[in-house]
């Protein structure tokens, strides 16, 4: 079974705070990626990071980082210093070997950054 | 420079009356999606495509359709738009399902609008 989970609808913080955004997974297969995306108001999506099943190290690249902890299942994203321009709808998605890696997405979390 | 394009940005269309959406790609990736996406909710896998075989998600109406001619195009068709239809309409390529750089890039969605 491939499941996304997002709990969180909508977060605010004000601008130089950091956020974290949480995801929950679900698959049954054993080589698998997760992502995150960001949508903002002009709708495309645009792709932020991937980690892979077999990775052992969380990462951070400029302002993101990224922690999945596979005992509880968790991707959880964070933003550091948040800008207002970080404002968007923030996807958490995975895709499986056994499912032909088709992407699917969690529901969303919508970040609102006050200046 | 935009790598996946979609036309139009905007789309009205009678209810019943069919209605085409097109992609096109600058990537030369071996799949295309097509997601549906309903106002704050998650994108939903309709099809894709891996080179010309096509694949059809079970929950996927039987109202859409779609069409790859060549490696850079695809087209979504609504063949009897109802009042349901109307959505955000996401295309979205990945190099091939089985690369390890799975990650798909958008287009900027056609927004569907039905009257």
């Known amino acids: 079974a491939q499941k996304v989970t997002q709990a969180q609808t909508e977060i605010s913080v004000v601008e130089k705070e950091d956020v974290t955004l949480d995801c929950v997974y679900e698959?049954?297969?054993?080589?698998?990626?997760l992502f995150w995306y960001k949508q903002p108001p002009s709708g495309e999506l645009v792709f932020l990071i991937r980690?892979?099943?077999?990775?052992?190290q969380n990462e951070i690249s400029g302002r993101y980082s990224w922690n999945v902890q596979k005992s509880t299942s968790s991707f959880n994203f964070t933003i550091t210093a948040s800008q207002v321009v970080d404002s968007a709808v923030y996807f958490c998605a995975l895709s499986e070997a056994a499912g032909g890696f088709k992407t699917i997405f969690g529901a969303g979390t919508r970040l609102f950054v006050k200046a | 420079d935009a790598m996946v394009i979609q036309n139009p940005r905007y789309q009205v269309t009678q209810f019943g009356k069919p209605v085409t959406l097109s992609c096109s790609q600058t990537l030369n990736h071996n799949v295309m999606y097509w997601y549906q996406q309903k106002s704050s909710q998650a994108p939903k896998l309709l099809f894709h495509y891996y080179d010309k075989d096509f694949n059809n998600e079970a929950d996927t109406p039987d109202n859409f359709q779609s069409r790859r001619p060549n490696t850079s195009f695809c087209f979504l068709d609504i063949r009897s738009p109802g009042l349901g239809d109307a959505a955000m309409y996401l295309c979205?390529?990945?190099?091939?399902?089985?690369?390890?750089?799975?990650?798909?890039?958008f287009g900027q969605g056609t927004r569907l609008t039905v009257v």
């Open positions: 979205a390529t990945s190099r091939a399902e089985t690369a390890v750089d799975t990650e798909a890039f």
């Open positions: 980690r892979n099943s077999f990775d052992e």
């Open positions: 698959t049954c297969d054993t080589t698998y990626y």
